[in-house]
């Protein structure tokens, strides 16, 4: 892996900004958004989840345990990693409002911020003797990277042909419509990028393996409008959003603003999902708002007949994808001389090459983890040319990758020994599908949540005392975000409320990992289905459900100790 950056010029610029009378707050905290990279540039790590808190005279990095390693290795000695989720350490938001001196006045930009989360933290530090929350419209790190700043995208959006989603926008406008009176408001405001996309049938390339674009939605019982740059749409897309008014992207604040009056008079409110920024709520002035989970979030988690055989179909490509890989991968390494000169680089391009081959393949769904040995052990680890490791027979080999297809999105994991792995590296392994297989077999009521499914995939590995710092699964999009909510397997307590229907997708992948030898995950990307059962104790309420697997990849038998599966398992 690369050096760390050095960070001591980034953020003494940043602390000078901070002290200003212009702005005076002693903590600037950003939860960042995937499209704009401010906490890499800011600190050097650049994994996909983690929160950087900085004050005057320290800097605190905040992420979980799938990046512990890579935060370590990519962050100088300006950075403290907070390791969250082990005992004492608290969560970012509990360091500004404990841990924080009495006073402090907390600068964060407001379109990067939950208006959950800022309300909650304002309330606190308010409580606080004279601490705030402010509010900074201009991001002190956008001024400090300044004109290294990577323009905005501007790329067109295309339409998503009815053929692969199912049903027309306008059907899933009504759908959402009629939702409004039993809701209890006048409309919905959207600002989740994948929500968009899904709602008005349109895809794009404004975040990398995202076919999503920037924008904002406004559904009224009256109007619909996309708040969208005139830039990103053409003659076709125009016609496609016949009856739908368009209006520049940063409009929506000003409009909002102008709308809450209305809203005042009429005592009514329009409801935001829970993850609209707190610009949006303050703009529309919160008591006009309703914050609460949003319709669409279900709604698109719930896939329909076509979107369900897409899924089936874009797999069985991937899957003849990554047959080739490992197949192309072997003979490379045993016979071709590959051995300690083909790097995690390499196989990954060579990967992509051939993902990209198939049939209505568009790209891939995130960057593609290619990991050797101890690179494996990072468990989100991505490789980069020239500090990527050499691809070794005698190491066990991780590569979790995925393809967006025009019918779907894949998203898959195998781990191989191209040599002859420990006795040790094979119970582990063993174990490791012990899990998924508890998981893939599972039979359960309609309704259950992931929470409660999770421990299936854990209980060969705690016999052993051992486990892994990340979910068991996550939803995927059709053609959208290969995360999707909300439903997931894992013991994040928001699970409890996200039970399994008919119709949703989501990933299979327990893991182990050795930090400084090895990591194991088998992922597979499944299906939340129907299944007979010979009663039914629900009395018809929803039925039983089971899991679908749709991945077509093969697993490596010789990493396998056959005495540790019963007879089930095999």
């Known amino acids: 892996m690369a050096a760390p950056v050095n960070t001591t010029d980034r953020l003494g610029h940043l602390r000078q900004l901070m002290a200003s009378p212009k702005y005076n707050v002693t903590a600037y905290s950003e939860y960042v958004a995937a499209c704009d990279e401010r906490r890499p540039f800011i600190s050097g790590f650049d994994g996909s989840a983690g929160c950087a808190v900085i004050t005057l005279d320290s800097a605190s990095m905040f992420t979980d345990g799938r990046y512990f390693l890579q935060a370590r290795q990519q962050m100088d000695d300006n950075w403290t990693l907070m390791k969250r989720g082990l005992p004492g350490v608290p969560t970012w938001q509990e360091y500004l409002t404990d841990h924080l001196p009495a006073g402090t006045r907390v600068g964060i930009d407001p379109t990067l911020l939950s208006s959950a989360e800022g309300t909650s933290l304002k309330k606190t530090l308010n409580a606080r003797g004279n601490g705030d929350l402010v509010a900074i419209e201009e991001n002190l790190v956008d001024i400090v990277w300044g004109s290294q700043r990577p323009p905005r995208p501007q790329d067109k959006v295309f339409i998503h042909d009815v053929k692969y989603a199912g049903e027309s926008h306008m059907d899933k406008i009504t759908r959402v419509r009629a939702g409004f009176e039993s809701l209890d408001t006048d409309g919905l405001v959207v600002a989740a990028l994948d929500e968009i996309a899904w709602l008005f049938n349109l895809r794009g390339s404004d975040i990398d393996y995202n076919p999503v674009f920037f924008a904002y939605a406004l559904v009224t019982k009256a109007d619909v409008t996309l708040y969208i740059d005139d830039a990103k749409l053409d003659s076709n897309v125009r016609s496609h959003l016949q009856g739908i008014k368009t209006r520049p992207y940063s409009a929506i604040f000003g409009e909002l603003d102008e709308l809450s009056a209305s809203l005042v008079q009429s005592k009514r409110k329009l409801l935001a999902g829970q993850n609209a920024s707190w610009a949006l709520v303050k703009a529309l002035g919160e008591d006009n708002v309703k914050v609460d989970k949003s319709p669409i979030t279900m709604l698109k988690s719930l896939k329909n007949p076509t979107e369900l055989d897409g899924m089936r179909q874009c797999h069985i490509r991937d899957g003849a994808a990554m ?183 989501i990933t299979n992948e327990p893991g182990y990992y050795e930090d400084g030898s090895f990591g194991i995950r088998i992922e597979n990307t499944c299906l939340v289905v129907k299944t007979e059962t010979k009663f039914d104790y629900t009395g018809g309420a929803g039925g039983y459900l089971t899991f679908e697997p749709v991945t077509m990849v093969p697993i490596q038998k010789k990493l396998i100790r056959s005495g540790l599966l019963n007879e089930d398992e095999k």
């Open 323 to 505: 047959a080739n890989y490992f197949g192309w991968l072997e003979h490379e390494l045993l016979f071709n001389g590959g051995h300690l000169r083909l790097s995690e680089v390499d196989v990954a391009d060579k990967l992509e090459e051939l993902r990209r081959a198939q049939k209505h393949c568009v790209g891939l769904s995130f960057d593609t983890i290619s990991s050797v040995g101890p690179n494996g052990a990072i468990i989100h680890y991505s490789p980069k040319r020239g500090s990527d490791a050499l691809l070794d027979v005698n190491k066990m080999y991780l590569c979790d990758s995925g393809g967006q297809y025009l019918d779907g999105t894949t998203d898959v994991t195998r781990t191989y020994h191209f040599g002859t792995p420990s006795a040790w590296e094979r119970e582990c392994f063993t174990r490791v599908l012990k899990g998924h297989i508890a998981l893939d077999r599972a039979v359960f009521p309609s309704g259950t949540s992931g929470y409660a499914l999770d421990p299936l995939a854990r209980l060969p590995l705690w016999e052993l005392g051992l486990d892994y710092r990340h979910g068991t699964g996550h939803g995927v999009g059709s053609f959208l975000n290969v995360h999707e909510g909300p439903q997931g397997v894992g013991m994040r307590m928001n699970y409890l409320s996200a039970g399994f229907q008919h119709g949703m997708t």
